[in-house]
């Protein structure tokens, strides 16, 4: 079995919309809905429809907030999305996004899929590279990496250009989301600690924005120089807060509020 903790448990679904695992899967392929996550869930739901993905990442529009992740499908099980893409030795991990071919993802989507390939990195054991071509290890488009459709998956130029090139971004943020943590530019000034609700680890945040995870705590990103969501100008201050649930909220003395692997609800302006 195996299920992101960071998504929302939607299964299961039918099973004429699957083939059972466990299988080895060799990466992730990024999709666009062509519509949104509510309709895609009935889609997947419906077994006589015999389509799948492992995966939703919500959006604007959707019933869940921008940037949620569902979780439709145990990724030992092979989805039915990509074709050739679903089946060993071949078989990789599927991934709709909510949304058209030509609207580009918006952060918090981007956000989200870094959080799955980097798990799916680490728990299916495959490099952080991509787009990559269809049958290589990595995260792969359900088109070719130069965007035309491959015929032996389905012939689809999904997930259009837009979202094709926030492929290489999304794998570097993946990167630094499972590798080490950036160093920080200012290791003497103020910085704050948050213990995680087991009481079996911490969190460190230096006023630059880097976070510093200890014992059970997990690093899911922060806003260190050179990071995804560096701190703006003028930050004098930080403050951390575990989340009871998993993740932690950074807060920036310019009102900036920035969720780690748990939901956001905005920030006051500043
Ligand atoms: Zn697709």
């Keep these: 079995m195996a299920r992101l903790p960071l998504a929302i448990w939607k299964g299961p679904i039918p099973s004429s919309n699957y083939a059972a695992g466990p299988t080895t899967k060799i990466g992730t392929v990024h999709h666009v809905i062509v519509g ?3 309709g895609a869930l009935a889609t997947f739901k419906n077994g006589a429809n015999q389509v799948s993905a492992h995966f ?11 940037g949620t992740i569902w979780q439709l499908l145990d990724t030992g099980d092979c989805c039915y999305a990509q074709a050739n893409g679903n089946y060993p030795p071949t078989a990789y991990i599927g991934i ?10 918006t952060a918090a989507q981007c956000e989200a899929m870094a959080q799955i390939d980097a798990w799916a990195s680490t728990t299916h054991h495959f490099p952080l590279v991509g787009p990559v071509a ?22 689809h130029s999904c997930p259009g250009p837009a979202r ?33 609700s087991t009481g079996l680890g911490y969190y460190i ?66």
């Design 56 to 66: 939703i990442v919500c959006g604007p529009g959707d019933s869940s907030p921008d």
């Design 164 to 196: 094709l090139a926030q492929i290489p971004p999304i794998v570097a943020r993946a990167r630094a989301i499972t590798g080490t943590v950036p160093s920080p530019s200012t290791k003497d000034a103020a910085h704050m600690i948050s213990a995680t």
């Design 205 to 270: 945040a230096h006023s630059d924005g880097a976070v510093f995870a200890y014992g059970d705590a997990k690093y899911l990103g922060g806003c260190n120089p050179g990071a995804s969501a560096p701190f703006p100008a003028g930050v004098t201050a930080i403050s951390i807060e575990a989340h009871p649930g998993g993740g932690y909220y950074v807060l920036s003395s310019t009102h900036q509020v920035y969720a780690f692997g748990c939901p956001y609800y905005g920030a006051p302006a500043s």
């Design 36 to 38: 949104g996550a509510d």
């Design 134 to 155: 269809h049958g290589t290890p990595g995260v792969a488009a359900h088109c070719n990496p130069n965007g035309t459709p491959d015929p032996a998956w389905g012939n």
């Design 96 to 105: 709709e996004t909510s949304g058209q071919p030509t609207t580009a993802m």
